[in-house]
């Protein structure tokens, strides 16, 4: 296993991220959000499984993100993806084993993050979260839906950090899900300033793509053609922010080799 150290960057490395993401899905649009598409298409066809339909998604999400990562390092990379790296946490046992692992601990703290919401709405959230119970979005209720979407969003923090790097760590570098878990966390505290950043400016993004589309709409006179581009919009900012995680683990994440053994260099003549 590789020796592994966090490094802190700057806060402005946050707009760095992402424009080297930008630069890893140019260099093979098609692989990158084939990837992604295959992680949607994967998460939705585990939503329909009878019972577990709510829990499957998030079981196996370390798994599917690992794979994703996978083939955008390849484009980092400048070689050739390959749909075979799209299952790579499914196919060591060793690793699908900590990917799995590491799954349950990420349920859980789905889990905790949709009970604080409880706090914001008493339970609406949770209910349509967790129990499938339909969300009543009417206009009396919109404040309080609100403040349980922030409330999870904060509970949530601290898994999205332990998870950040960890599906990473335990494919690539053979990284118990605990160690793993640790270091992203341990990594994204220190980078804390970075990640606020790159988040910033996603909103910035975002708002000057809904300005950019209202605009078309008042032109034209038709909100459906708002609502026909805003998916593309939504959908390329999503793959962009897998893309701006890789860049991320880049930038933070310090790989070294191991030090060969002292029998590999006693007959080195080199001095």
């Not at 409880?118 to 609100?146: R, W």
């Not at 919009?233 to 310090?254: K, M, N, R, W």
């Amino acid at each position: 296993m590789s020796n592994i150290s966090i490094r802190q960057v700057p806060a402005s490395h946050g707009v760095q991220w992402i424009k080297r993401g930008l630069a890893i899905m140019m260099a093979q649009p098609l692989a990158v959000h084939g990837a992604f598409f295959f992680y949607l298409l994967s998460t939705l066809l585990l939503q329909q499984v009878p019972v577990l339909g709510g829990l499957l998604p998030a079981l196996v999400a370390p798994a599917l993100v690992a794979g994703v990562m996978t083939v955008i390092r390849s484009a980092a990379l400048q070689t050739t993806p390959s749909a075979g790296q799209l299952v790579i946490g499914f196919r060591d046992p060793a690793a699908r084993t900590q990917l799995l692992l590491g799954g349950v601990l990420y349920l859980i703290g789905f889990f905790i993050a949709m009970l604080a919401s409880t706090l914001g709405d008493g339970g609406m959230l949770f209910g349509g979260a967790i129990l499938g119970k339909p969300i009543d979005a009417s206009p009396q209720n919109i404040n309080a839906l609100t403040l349980a979407q922030f409330i999870a969003l904060a509970a949530l923090m601290p898994t999205v950090f332990a998870f950040w790097f960890a599906p990473q760590f335990m494919a690539w570098h053979a990284m118990g899900f605990a160690k793993a878990c640790f270091f992203s966390f341990f990594g994204c505290v220190r980078n804390f300033g970075a990640i606020i950043v790159m988040f910033g400016s996603f909103l910035i993004i975002l708002l000057i793509g809904a300005l950019v589309v209202s605009l078309f709409a008042m032109i034209f006179g038709s909100e459906g053609i708002a609502t026909v581009m805003m998916v593309p919009i939504g959908l390329f900012c999503l793959v962009l922010v897998f893309c701006t995680f890789h860049a991320s683990y880049e930038d933070v994440v310090v790989i070294a080799a191991p030090e060969p053994a002292l029998s590999e260099n006693m007959n080195d003549p080199t001095p």
